[in-house]
């Protein structure tokens, strides 16, 4: 009778592992980049290929299927070009390993070589929509802020890359809470009300 009783138990200890903190930051990167609408094409083409991706990693974390059969960012790419090459490309780059994530039916279990495989791409957008922001925009609090944003989430993706082979371990998870926590807080100094 013991003998089940502890197979029961084993059981019931080993769960899956939990992505929520990956999920959480994700989420809240997503929402923080998605305001103000830039305006100018080729940087508002480079925000919503970023926020999307963002979204897709949520998705992701939460063992969620993507729906792009095909890349969600081609005529984002084209117009993100016009921007920045640099941009472009990594819009284009995104687009296709969303695209493949889709095709290989990944969910969270896939989601430490999508983010380590997304890393640079996203590294190159982050900058390259900074730079366009600063180039385009004039000089303000808000627009300072959303830089400042802009920068901290290129920073919480880097640090999911560097914790991807350990992202559900508790220090993982705890940097992992403390990027999403800082995030939030900048997020709601840039747009109050």
């Known amino acids: ?41 080729g940087s508002l083409a480079m925000q919503q290929a970023l926020v999307t991706y963002l979204q897709a990693v949520s998705v992701l974390a939460s063992d969620g299927v993507l729906p792009y059969r095909e890349s969600p960012f081609s005529a984002m790419a084209i117009t993100a070009s ?26 969270a279990p896939q989601l430490r070589d999508n983010i380590v495989a997304a890393d640079p791409h996203v590294q190159a957008l982050v900058e390259s929509l900074a730079t366009t922001v600063e180039r385009e925009g004039t000089d303000s609090p808000a627009r300072r802020q959303y830089l400042f944003v802009l920068t901290q989430v290129g920073q919480g993706h880097a640090l999911l890359k560097a914790q991807a082979s350990r992202i559900t371990q508790e220090e993982a998870v705890q940097r992992i809470r403390a990027a999403e926590d800082q995030l939030r807080r900048s997020a709601a100094r840039s747009w109050p009300g």
């Open 82 to 107: 016009q921007a920045s090459e640099r941009g472009g490309q990594a819009v284009a780059s995104l687009g296709l390993l969303l695209r493949h994530a889709n095709r290989t039916n990944a969910q």
């Open 1 to 41: 009778m013991r003998l089940p009783l502890l197979a029961l138990l084993a059981l019931t200890g080993c769960g899956a592992p939990d992505y929520t903190p990956v999920r959480d930051w994700a989420s809240t990167a997503s929402l923080a980049l998605d305001e103000p609408d830039l305006g100018q094409t």
